[in-house]
């Protein structure tokens, strides 16, 4: 039954959504090189917006599978919906062996398997570190390899944004390896050729494109969660926004999200970064720093909060339920609760996995969730509204790359990736 449903899906999806992205402007076409291309095929994309799987399956050859998170499967009719169009589900950041097994089921039944190797949507403008092992599954599903960029989706629908811009994405499409090449080549060379196909600026991409305006209304709503740093007096989690203005409370440093996602400044104060990416570049680099200095203390510093949070659990896919009430705190080498809520009282952030925030409007935007060492998922709801659940994410990406590093003996990479 669920099967039938699906191929239903399926076919009205293909016929309904090229004219619905057409008629509204959401799809531009760019490169698309496909002559000769059939099922099955690896596809591997950047990743900017809600609807990027459906704008990248409407033009590819042959029944596809996304990846997608497992946060979509835990309502019981998103569930049913997204398995039935043949969607996996697999849990951000985190090693997930049911969800590689469903890949190899799908090319083994001739059905491309298509994801999106940042492990979740881009948070300022340019392609997040890819998780780790990309090349590695490539190789295990060995069939040819094939590359999709997306240009401007990040303008016209932002992560952190409550309400979406009008304009369309630019889809390009090519062969990137040939099952042959695959074959012949070592896990982490598949991966840098994947990382080199998929990195993109949407910042650099649009001054290649003058004509280019992302309209909308109320464009700085949400933009607190991710420029959580204010460049001027360097207060945290500061930034009040209303319309498309963002306004520190604490020494008045505002501007505005233009309609090309530039930052303008306003009521003649200077600009510090003239857009999110510059910003966010910066932020990353203070938070790495401060992460270095926080594991300079002893065991169990305090680094953040502790902040009123609701507590809520699951299993992969599984409708998230409310155990509680309670204070979190992140700590040097553990995130601690307060509460008395049944659940344990500390994760170590050594053994914790697929801590992720979420894009999801509302409240979420002030949530974030990790896998315990039991494969438990506990998910907390922040209930200071101007708390950067996008600073605790990379916060806890440094701190535990370091811990990892230093467990190993290794030196840490220049480029700290939050899938770790």
């Known amino acids: 039954m669920k099967k039938a449903i699906g191929s239903v899906l399926l076919f009205l999806l293909r016929l309904i ?5 057409k008629l509204f402007g959401k799809l531009r076409i760019g490169s698309i090189d496909l002559k000769g291309v059939k099922a099955p095929f690896f596809l591997v994309s950047n990743h900017q917006a809600t609807m990027d799987p459906f704008l990248v399956g409407v033009l590819v050859p042959g029944p596809i599978s996304f990846v997608a998170t497992d946060m979509l499967f835990r309502v019981p009719v998103m569930n049913f919906l997204m398995t039935s169009i043949g969607s996996i589900p697999k849990s951000k950041f985190a090693i997930d062996s049911s969800a590689v097994r469903q890949m190899m089921r799908c090319v083994r039944n001739s059905c491309s398997v298509g994801i999106f190797p940042e492990g979740q949507r881009c948070i300022a403008g340019y392609t997040e570190p890819l998780v780790p092992g990309i090349g590695k599954l490539a190789k295990m599903l060995d069939v040819p390899v094939i590359a999709a960029k997306l240009q401007g989706g990040f303008f016209a629908d932002p992560f952190w944004a409550l309400k979406k811009r009008h304009g369309g994405t630019t889809v390009n499409i090519r062969p990137l390896l040939t099952k042959e090449q695959l074959r012949s080549m070592e896990p982490s060379q598949v991966e840098d050729a994947i990382v080199g196909a998929l990195k ?56 505005a999200w233009g309609e090309r996602g530039e930052f303008v400044p306003q009521d003649g104060g200077r600009l510090h970064y003239e857009n999110l990416e510059s910003q966010d570049r910066w932020q990353e680099a203070y938070i790495s720093s401060k992460a270095s200095e926080a594991l300079l203390k002893p065991a169990g510093a305090l680094v953040y909060g502790p902040l009123e949070a609701t507590i809520r659990r699951s299993r992969k896919a599984k409708p998230l339920m409310v155990i509680g009430e309670g204070r979190i705190s992140l700590h040097n080498d553990s995130l601690r609760l307060d509460t008395e809520a049944d659940c344990p009282k500390a994760f170590s952030l050594a053994q914790i996995s697929g801590f992720a925030i979420s894009a999801v409007r509302s409240k979420h935007n002030r949530m974030f969730e990790f896998i315990d060492e039991d494969g438990s998922l506990y998910n907390f709801i922040l209930h200071d509204p101007l708390e950067s659940t996008y600073k ?21 990479p220049g480029a700290v990736s939050a899938a770790i």
């Open 392 to 412: 605790w994410h990379l916060t806890v990406a440094y701190l535990r790359a370091r811990i990892k590093a230093a467990s190993e003996g290794a030196d840490l």
């Open 200 to 255: 993109h600026s949407d910042y650099e991409w649009i001054k290649t494109r003058p004509e280019l305006r992302y309209k909308g209304r109320d464009k700085a709503l949400g933009l607190h969660n991710i420029m959580f740093i204010c460049p001027e007096c360097m207060a945290t989690d500061c930034f009040k926004t209303s319309g498309d203005v963002a306004t520190c409370k604490n020494c008045g440093y505002s501007v």
């Open 17 to 21: 959504l090229p004219v619905y992205f």
